[in-house]
Each structure stands twice: as structure tokens, then as C-alpha cells.
């Protein structure tokens, strides 16, 4: 209320002011612009852009307010006329309302103006109408501007200075250019602000010939003395890209005299040419030079420290801030500098300390403190900051708060944060107008698996650029939509034949499987064609094309081609992409290739994957050579590479050599940890991995918890394991479905089926999960449960594994239901795309062997012929021992001896029939076989846990 009297009074001042004005001062000649003003249009035009204006107030006072102006442009009409002589107006009175109001310039003021103007005759001054029509461009009325500039007839220099400014100011540059060209067809003699304001308007076009033009004009009319003049070319030639050319350092060193403006132009040209150490130069030479450094020579010194990560430097020009008197308020602009460089060190804590001392911040205070703490991965401080800038900060986020918090709601899947942000741009009307905001919400959606609603802002009828369509095929390839994904790229290529480098890693990244092969030949032939495969970046990307479509002859094939260009990255795509396509050998065979090159280079990559190639196929010695070259290298106290010998030396049972790469590297973090851990659990030291747990300094996470209940399953520690659940449950780590399945795991072996059933149920059943219940049904002899649940899981959609079924064959032999899981076994491939390996052909002959059918048991392992692993052959020996089948165990014996001479277990099998038959010569002289060869059997032991069940 208070707010609209004001207003009420203020306007009706202003009224009263204007016709006493009229009525007293002044009795004008009607005039036929005037009739045309007051006119109903215009009124009720008039009266629009005052709505515009008090739109936040209540509608009586803007119908008040139409009144009263209706009243005063009728009073105005009504006025007695008389003939004057111009001569006689006082047109200063008019030229100090226009400087008045281009103070606060607005629409209605200046029309105000122009109809007293208009009355008295004032616009025959030029002074009058050159500064209405700046008045007009200031309030945003370019058009009225330039049309009340050609009514002019008796133009001057200042004239065409001011409409060119106008222009200027308005972003209408090429406008600017054509007012220029007519300035010069006028033969209207220019002056060096005249150049200024060319040089500042073909610096935003980035136009550098007609800048050099204005350069060459300045010369040669010999005003290049103005400091000005020279500031703006130097800042022309710095926007069009040019410094380089050194034609804006040459400049600069021939003004003989610089201010503090041009040293700024020049640092800040510096800058942004990509070029900080030079500007930190001329800050340098600043310093020496009679010139004091002012806020804005600070802020770049401070920005070219950034960029170089000089963090020592930085300190001392904040030093230098400090003594010339820049910490107050009014120069946020350092300290905003000053927070981005603190942060880029890494010194975010500084960063914070400069950011709370700064008594007025700006918005891009808070934008720069935010971009910090995201820069340094304090995610939650992000947030909370935001929060706190709107309520205490009195700030909304505007484009760059948005665009600096999308990227951490995309890369940790915050898909509720980002769906807040969505709505906050919708509701401040932001993505009408901003592209780069659209384009980081399809991003953003897209990572968080949320592709139809960033369908839905792709499809939108807004603008949409290249970046747009790389953000949605690169969304359709990582939510595994290939097909969509190429559909895009079709249609983008109908649309337009610009593409960029994105394009191609988007759409590459969608050809992943063989199915994709043919289209990813047509991208490869489209790129070359279009000269992509000019840059080693693409064609690295390529090679991944083929490998993950399994043609790895194409792949080694573009290698050999650019093996005399190819760099680090070109050797380990490939290394990369045969270990993640089980292609182990292959990766070995590259990297042996590699090592022949004569310059020979790797990285922690190579040597981390190398490594996982290795351990998977389990060739200890070659992982010995691989840890004494990395030991040789830089990368040897890589924590990557640590962990990853650790696990090639689990993989390959040497627990003592992982215990040594360990003990160098304990401190180095909870995945190295987890590592080691899970290393002792594989070998069976259970207890050694218990023990380990204990004193681990992290918090523990899912993978922690995975291998502890891993080692308490194989001891049978139920007490450990009912306490590692209670953790479980109390960081919130019971979604995990594989720590589900090992809770499942671990209460079955424990001999608690209940306690595993009730946490299946509750589990995200998941295919670990299913695998688990059913092989704890088979393991407490429910085989009927288990066949049951197995049909269950196919009916519920789940896919079934190679693991299911030898949690389902299990379940068989231990219930004895020999015809169903021979059914199941001869129905894997044929039903369930399954091929059948050793693990499954192990409980074939224990089904057949525990129902007495022990010849067929051993007619289906020949069957098998090489392909039967020593796993089935172990098998059936213990079959034959368990049924007394002493001939043909002999015979099974003696196999296995050929395949694994050093297995004491099948030497001690067979003398144990020999004793069990009563032929103790036999197992004598076995037993001395043993001796002689120098074999040993780990000694047996038996657990019992002491404390509550």
C-alpha cells in the first residue's frame, strides 16, 4: 500500500510539474507530431509501457495513472496558441530534463521529453536531439532512436558519434558499421572517438580486417595519440584472435605514454588468447612501471596464476592486493579472482577463508565458491552453499550456478537435484534463451538413466545446435540404446553435414556388439570421407569400434597401419579392449608387440590391464616379469598398479608375494585394502582376512563387506557373520544384491536355512541372489525347493547363468534327482544358450556316481575326451573310492597322474582304496611313491566357534 502512494504522488507530481511548465513557460504553436502523440493509439500505447513498468503494482493505480496522464496530454492539447520566435527559447531548461533523465532512462520519460521538446521547437538544437535520441537508445527504443537521428538534417561529428554508440550499446553492430560508411559518403570530418568506437564494435564482430582498417585510418590521420584509441585496437586485435601477430604487442610498445587501461588490455588479450605466462609478464612489467596495478590489472595477474597453477606467485600478487589496499569491498572482482585460483591449487580451504571475508558478495562470488568445491569434489558443500546464498545471500542462481551444479548431478546420477534445477529454470523462464542450460539437462538426464526426459527436451520446439544432438546420441549409446542412437545420427547427418569430434565418440560408443559391425564400417567409411581419421583420437576410437563388435582383425589391422604414429593410448585401446572382451592371450601377444617397438612407452594403463590379463589366465611367472618392470618404471607406487598386482598374485594363489606388494602399500587406501583382503579369503586364509578386517583404518564399503562374509562362510563363523549384517544394516548397505546373495551364502553354510530364506525374500533379487537361495536349497537337500525356485527365476524375467545351473546341478546330485538334472544338463545350450564347462560336468559324474551308475559316469567323462578338465576326472576317482570300484579307479588314477603329477590328493585317494580293499603292499608302495617325489598333503584341521549361535 505504502508502495502505490508513493508512486500515486510521485506521478502526480511530475503531472502538475509538467503542465505548469507548459501553461507558463511556454504557449508553442499546435503542432501536427503532438496530435499524432496524443492520439487514442498512442495513449493507450503510452499507457502499455507504463503497465510494463508498475506491473508488480496494484491495477487501480495504474488506471489512476492513465487518468491523470490522459488529463495532462488533454491540458497539454487545450493550451492557448501563439506564434514565437525560437530565438527567444530557453533550450537549456530542456537539455538539463534529458540529462536528468538519462540518469534512470525509461520509455515514458522520453517521450515526455520529446513532446516538450517537440512544442518548443528545441529539437532544430542539435545538442537536444542528439542527447534524446541517446536517451531513446538508452531505454532500450532503438528504432525511435535511429528514426529520430535521420530527421536531422544539420549533422555533426557528435551527432554520428552518438548514434554509432547507440548502436553499440544496443548490440546492433553491423547498424554500427553502415551508420560509419554513411558518416564517411557525408564527407562528415571523424574524430578519434569516432575510431573508438569502430575499433570496440568490430571487436565484437571479430572482424579483423576492417579492424586493421581502423588501425591503418588511425595512423594515417594521426590519432594514435589518444590513449583511448590505442586501448580499444589493442583490445580489437586481442578479440579477433590476432595476438599472436604481435600486431596488438606491437602497437602497445609504440604508445608513448600507456595508462593503467592499456597495460589491462594487453594482459587481458594475453589471457584471452591462451597465452597467461606473457600476461604475467606484462603484470611483471607493470609493477616496475610508473603505472600502479589497480583491481582489474590484479584480477588477470591472479586469472594467468590460475590457469598456470602457480600457486606461490598468486600468494605474493594477493600480498600486493592487500598493501595497495584492494581486500574492501568495493573491489569484489580480486577476491572473486582470488577464490578461483585458491581453488585450482587445491587449497579450498583458502579459497572458503577469502570467500567469508568478502563484506558485499556478487553473485559470481558465490558462482566461483560453488565451481570450487565442485572442482574439489566437496559435493555436499556445493549444495549447502546454494541453499545459503538464497536465503542469507539474498541471490537467486542464475545460468552459470545452474551450469556449474548439473555436471556433479549427471556424474553422481542425482537425478533428484537435477529434476529441482529443471523446475527452477522453468519457473525463472531460463531455458527459453540459454542452449548450453538445455543442453546440459539432456546431459544430465541422460547419465541418470532418464533418456525419455531428455527426449522430451531435445524434442522441444526450441533451438537446438550440434551440441544438443552429441548430447542425445551420446545419451542413447550409454543407456544401451544403439539402435536410437544411430537412427540420429542418420537423421543429423539429413539435417546438417557439420559434425565434430563428439560426434564421433558418441556414435561410436553405440557400436558395441557384433550386431552393430556394419553400421560401424559405414561410420568408419564416413569418416574418411569427412577427414576424421586425421587425428589419433579417432582413429584410438576406431580400433575400440571393432574390438567391442568382436572383428579383432580389423582392429590389429588399423594398428599395423599407424603402428609408426601410434602413442601409448593407441597400444592400450586395444589392450583394454581384448581383456574386457575375455580375449586374455591377445592382450599379451599386444603387449609383448608393443615392447618391441624401439621406442618403447607404457603407462599405469597398460600395466594395470596387462596385469588383469595375466592373472585371469594365471601365469605367475609372466606376472613376476610384468611387477619387476613396473617396479623399474615411474608407475611401480602407483596405487592402480599395487592393487593390481595383488590380485594377479591371488589369482594365481601366491598369497605370500601379495602379502609383500601389500606390505609396502598398506597405507595407500580402502580399495588396496579390500584387495588383500579378498586375496586371503580366495586362499583360504579366512582368519588371516578376519584379522585384516580388524585393522582396517576406513570405513568399510560393499566391497569390504563382500569378502569378510566370504571368509566367515568358509569358516562357519555365524556370530561374525550376524554382526557384519548388523553393519550392513546400518549404512544402508542392504540394496546391494550381492552382498544379499553372500548373506545367503554365508547363513547356508552356517546351517541357518531360515535366517537365508528370510534375507532373500527381502533382498533385490537379483541373479546372484537367485543363484544363491537355490544352491542353499540343494545344500540342505530341499532339491524340489530348488527346481521350484529355479522355474520361479525364469518366469520372473531373470536370466539365468552358467552360475544358476551349477547351483541347480548341485541341488540335484545332493537330493539325489539324477534323470531331472540330466535333463537340465542336456537342455542348457539347446534352451538357454548355455554352454556347458567343466564346473557343470563335475556334478554330472557326482549325480551319477552317489546313484551307483559309475560306469556311465565314466563313460560320459571320455565322452568328453580333452575337453574334461582334472576337476572331472577327481570327481569320478572319488566316486570310484566311495563305491570301493578299485580297477577302475586305478585306471582313473593314472590319468589324473599325467595331467597333474604334483596333486598329492589323488595319490592319497588311491591309496585309500587300496587300504580300504585290503591290498597294503599296493598302498605301501604308493605311499613311498609319494615320499620319493618329495609331495606333501596340507594338514587337515577342524573349527569350532566358541560364543553365541
Known amino acids: 500500500m505504502r508502495t502505490w502512494v508513493v508512486c500515486h504522488l510521485q506521478l502526480k507530481h511530475i503531472t502538475r510539474s509538467f503542465q505548469n511548465f507548459v501553461l507558463h513557460q511556454y504557449q508553442p504553436r499546435k503542432s501536427s507530431s503532438f496530435h499524432s502523440f496524443s492520439s487514442q493509439n498512442n495513449q493507450s500505447r503510452i499507457f502499455s509501457t507504463v503497465r510494463v513498468l508498475f506491473l508488480p503494482y496494484d491495477p487501480s493505480m495504474l488506471s489512476c495513472c492513465y487518468r491523470r496522464f490522459c488529463i495532462a496530454t488533454h491540458l497539454f492539447d487545450k493550451m492557448p496558441q501563439r506564434v514565437f520566435d525560437v530565438r527567444e527559447v530557453h533550450f537549456q531548461l530542456v537539455a538539463d530534463c534529458i540529462k536528468l533523465s538519462l540518469r534512470k532512462p525509461n520509455i515514458v520519460t522520453a517521450v515526455v521529453v520529446h513532446c516538450a521538446a517537440l512544442k518548443i521547437g528545441a529539437l532544430a538544437y542539435l545538442p537536444t536531439s542528439t542527447s534524446l535520441f541517446t536517451l531513446y537508445s538508452k531505454a532500450g527504443d532503438f528504432t525511435s532512436s535511429r528514426d529520430l537521428f535521420e530527421d536531422i538534417h544539420n549533422k555533426d561529428v557528435i551527432s554520428w558519434n552518438a548514434i554509432i554508440a547507440a548502436s553499440l550499446e544496443n548490440k546492433c553492430y553491423i547498424t554500427a558499421v553502415e551508420f560509419f560508411e554513411k558518416m564517411i559518403k557525408d564527407q562528415t570530418r571523424f574524430d578519434s572517438t569516432t575510431l573508438l568506437l569502430m575499433a570496440s564494435t568490430l571487436s565484437h564482430m571479430k572482424n579483423f580486417d576492417q579492424g586493421k582498417a581502423i588501425h591503418c585510418v588511425s595512423m594515417k590521420s594521426g590519432m594514435l595519440v589518444d590513449i583511448s584509441l590505442c586501448n580499444a585496437l589493442i583490445n580489437m586485435y586481442a578479440k579477433c584472435g590476432d595476438l599472436n601477430c604481435s600486431d596488438s604487442e606491437y602497437l602497445f610498445e609504440e604508445m608513448e605514454y600507456k595508462d593503467a587501461v592499456s597495460w589491462n588490455s594487453i594482459m587481458r588479450g594475453c589471457l584471452y588468447n591462451g597465452d597467461p605466462d606473457k600476461s604475467l609478464?606484462?603484470?611483471?612489467?607493470?609493477?616496475?612501471?610508473?603505472?600502479?596495478?589497480?583491481?582489474?590489472?590484479?584480477?588477470?595477474?591472479?586469472?594467468?596464476?590460475?590457469?598456470?597453477?602457480?600457486?606461490?606467485f598468486g600468494e605474493c600478487i594477493h600480498g600486493q592486493g592487500i598493501k595497495l589496499g584492494y581486500k574492501d569491498s568495493s573491489h569484489v572482482s580480486v577476491a572473486n579472482s582470488l577464490i578461483s585460483l585458491y581453488s585450482q591449487c587445491g587449497a579450498v580451504d583458502v579459497a572458503e577463508t577469502v570467500f567469508r571475508e568478502i563484506a558485499y558478495k556478487d553473485i559470481v562470488s558465490w558462482n566461483a565458491m560453488m565451481e570450487g568445491y565442485a572442482s574439489n569434489e566437496n559435493i555436499h558443500e556445493v549444495f549447502d552453499l546454494m541453499v545459503e546464498m538464497q536465503t542469507t545471500g539474498s541471490f537467486r542462481p542464475d545460468i552459470v550456478t545452474l551450469t556449474t551444479i548439473l555436471p556433479l548431478c549427471a556424474e553422481l546420477m542425482l537425478s533428484r537435484k537435477g529434476r529441482t534445477i529443471h523446475g527452477y529454470a522453468i519457473r525463472r523462464q531460463m531455458l527459453s534463451d540459454h542452449l548450453p542450460l538445455r543442453n546440459g539437462l539432456i546431459d544430465m538426464y541422460s547419465k541418470c538413466n532418464l533418456v525419455e526426459k531428455a527426449e522430451l527436451l531435445f524434442n522441444s520446439p526450441k533451438e537446438r545446435d550440434l551440441v544438443s544432438w552429441n548430447a542425445m546420441i551420446?545419451?542413447?549409446?550409454?543407456?544401451?540404446?544403439?539402435?536410437?542412437?544411430?537412427?540420429?545420427?542418420?537423421?543429423?547427418?539429413?539435417?546438417?553435414?557439420?559434425?565434430?569430434?563428439?560426434?564421433?565418440?558418441?556414435?561410436?560408443?553405440?557400436?558395441?556388439?557384433?550386431?552393430?559391425?556394419?553400421?560401424?564400417?559405414?561410420?568408419?567409411?564416413?569418416?574418411?570421407?569427412?577427414?576424421?581419421?586425421?587425428?589419433?583420437?579417432?582413429?584410438?576410437?576406431?580400433?575400440?569400434?571393432?574390438?567391442?563388435?568382436?572383428?579383432?582383425?580389423?582392429?590389429?589391422?588399423i594398428l599395423q597401419e599407424i603402428s609408426s604414429i601410434a602413442d601409448v593410448a593407441s597400444w592400450n585401446t586395444i589392450i583394454v579392449g581384448c581383456v574386457k572382451g575375455d580375449h586374455f592371450q591377445k592382450a599379451l601377444e599386444t603387449f609383448m608387440l608393443m615392447r618391441q617397438k624401439p621406442h618403447f612407452n607404457y603407462d599405469s594403463i597398460t600395466v594395470v590391464n596387462v596385469l588383469s590379463a595375466i592373472a585371469n589366465m594365471e601365469l605367475l611367472n609372466q606376472g613376476k616379469s610384468l611387477h619387476s618392470l613396473a617396479v623399474k618404471s615411474p608407475f611401480g607406487s602407483d596405487t592402480r598398479v599395487q592393487n593390481s598386482l595383488i590380485t594377479m598374485y591371488d589369482r594365481c594363489k601366491d598369497i605370500n608375494s601379495a602379502r609383500k606388494v601389500f606390505k609396502f602399500h598398506s597405507s595407500s587406501n580402502l580399495c588396496t585394502w579390500n584387495c588383500m583382503i579378498s586375496a586371503l579369503s580366495h586362499n583360504k586364509k579366512s582368519r588371516e582376512a578376519l584379522e585384516l578386517f580388524h585393522c582396517l583404518p576406513f570405513k568399510p564399503n560393499e566391497f569390504t563387506v563382500i569378502s569378510i562374509l566370504s571368509a566367515c562362510t568358509q569358516i562357519g563363523l555365524l556370530r561374525r557373520g550376524k554382526q557384519v549384517h548388523a553393519y550392513m544394516f546400518r549404512y544402508g548397505y542392504q540394496e546391494n544384491s550381492f552382498i544379499s546373495a553372500a548373506l545367503v551364502d554365508m547363513y547356508s553354510n552356517c546351517g541357518r536355512l531360515d535366517n537365508a530364506i528370510r534375507v532373500f525374500r527381502h533382498s533385490m533379487k537379483s541373479e546372484s541372489a537367485w543363484n544363491s537361495m537355490i544352491a542353499a536349497y540343494g545344500n540342505h537337500g530341499n532339491g524340489e525347493k530348488a527346481i521350484k525356485l529355479f522355474h520361479e527365476m525364469c518366469e520372473s524375467g531373470i536370466k539365468v547363468t552358467k552360475s544358476t545351473f551349477v547351483s541347480l546341478l548341485s541341488a540335484c546330485s545332493h537330493s539325489g534327482f539324477v534323470s531331472q538334472g540330466l535333463g537340465y544338463y542336456e537342455c542348457m545350450l539347446e534352451k538357454y544358450g548355455i554352454k556347458p564347462e567343466a564346473e557343470h560336468q563335475v556334478y554330472v559324474v557326482d549325480m551319477l556316481g552317489r546313484s551307483g551308475r559309475i560306469h556311465e559316469a565314466y563313460e560320459f567323462t571320455k565322452g568328453l575326451q580333452s575337453n574334461a578338465s582334472s576337476g572331472v576326472w577327481g570327481m569320478l576317482l572319488s566316486v570310484c573310492n566311495y563305491h570301493g570300484e578299485i580297477k577302475l579307479g586305478k585306471k582313473v588314477a593314472e590319468h589324473l597322474f599325467k595331467m597333474e603329477p604334483e596333486n598329492v590328493g589323488y595319490y592319497i585317494s588311491l591309496s585309500n582304496m587300496y587300504v580300504a580293499a585290503g591290498s597294503w603292499k599296493d598302498a605301501t608302495e604308493l605311499r613311498q611313491s609319494i615320499y620319493d617325489q618329495g609331495l606333501r598333503k596340507c594338514a587337515g584341521y577342524s573349527l569350532i566357534d566358541v560364543g553365541l549361535g
Open 474 to 557: 551420446s545419451g542413447y549409446s550409454l543407456n544401451k540404446y544403439s539402435e536410437k542412437a544411430q537412427s540420429l545420427f542418420k537423421e543429423l547427418l539429413c539435417c546438417s553435414s557439420n559434425c565434430s569430434s563428439s560426434t564421433v565418440i558418441s556414435i561410436l560408443s553405440s557400436c558395441n556388439s557384433p550386431n552393430s559391425l556394419n553400421f560401424g564400417k559405414s561410420v568408419h567409411s564416413w569418416q574418411l570421407k569427412s577427414g576424421f581419421l586425421n587425428h589419433i583420437l579417432s582413429v584410438n576410437l576406431l580400433m575400440q569400434m571393432y574390438i567391442n563388435c568382436g572383428n579383432l582383425t580389423s582392429g590389429f589391422s
Open 281 to 312: 609478464c606484462y603484470f611483471i612489467r607493470m609493477t616496475f612501471s610508473e603505472e600502479m596495478a589497480d583491481h582489474v590489472s590484479l584480477s588477470c595477474a591472479i586469472s594467468a596464476c590460475s590457469s598456470l597453477g602457480e600457486l606461490n
